[in-house]
C-alpha cells in the first residue's frame, strides 16, 4: 500500500474517532483530565502523538489537567517535546504508575473533572478508572498494541486504539469501542 494511501486511511480513521467522540459530548463542554503513562506509551514502536490526542479530546470536551508521567531517565528532549506541546511534564525517580495513580485519585474527588482520560495500556490502572466510574466521572483509555489489557479495556467508557492498523472497521467496533 502506498505512503499516500496509507496517510489518507489514517486520516480517515482519526475523522471518524473525532465525530464519534464529538457526538458524545454534551452542550455544557466536559472538563477532562488527561493523564499519560510515557514510560510505557511514549515509545518509537507506538508513535504516540500527543496533539493528536489533544485533538481527539477537544471534541468531547476541553482538557483542564494534562500531565504526561516520565521516570528519571526520561530525555531532555522527551521532556521539552511534552512541554511544547502543552502537557505538565512530571518527573519522578519513584515508580511512575504510583504516581499516575496518586494524581489520578486527586482528579476522582474533583468536582469540577467530569472525565479521566488516561494513556496506557497497564492493567494497574483498573482500580482507578473503576472509582472513577463509581464517582460519577467518565473514563476514556488511549491505549496501543501489543500489549493494551483486555481488563483495562472492559473498565473504560471509551477506549481508543491509537495505533490501529484495521482502517476498515468503524468506530464503535475496534477503533473506538464504547462499553
Known amino acids: 500500500m502506498s505512503m499516500a494511501i496509507k496517510r489518507r486511511l489514517r486520516i480517515d480513521r482519526f475523522q471518524r474517532i473525532k465525530n464519534y467522540l464529538s457526538s458524545k459530548k454534551d452542550k455544557d463542554s466536559k472538563k477532562i483530565a488527561l493523564l499519560v503513562d510515557g514510560p510505557n506509551m511514549l515509545r ?34 522527551l521532556v521539552e517535546a511534552v512541554e511544547n506541546q502543552g502537557f505538565e511534564p512530571i518527573i519522578t525517580s ?17 468536582d469540577s473533572i467530569d472525565v479521566i482520560a488516561l494513556v496506557t495500556r497497564d492493567a494497574d490502572f483498573k482500580p482507578i478508572l473503576n472509582k472513577a466510574m463509581e464517582m460519577g466521572k467518565e473514563t476514556i483509555v488511549f491505549g496501543a498494541e501489543p500489549g493494551l489489557s483486555s481488563a483495562l479495556k472492559n473498565s473504560a467508557d471509551y477506549v481508543v486504539i491509537l495505533n490501529q492498523e ?14
Open 166 to 179: 484495521d482502517f476498515d472497521d468503524e468506530p464503535g467496533e475496534i477503533a473506538v469501542e464504547e462499553i
Open 44 to 77: 518509537k514502536e507506538f508513535q504516540i502523538n500527543l496533539e493528536e490526542i489533544r485533538e481527539l479530546l477537544h471534541d468531547f470536551g476541553d482538557i483542564k489537567v494534562g500531565k504526561v508521567f516520565l521516570n528519571q531517565y526520561a530525555s531532555e528532549k
Open 94 to 110: 519513584g515508580d511512575v504508575d504510583v504516581r499516575l495513580a496518586v494524581e489520578a485519585m486527586e482528579l476522582i474527588y474533583n
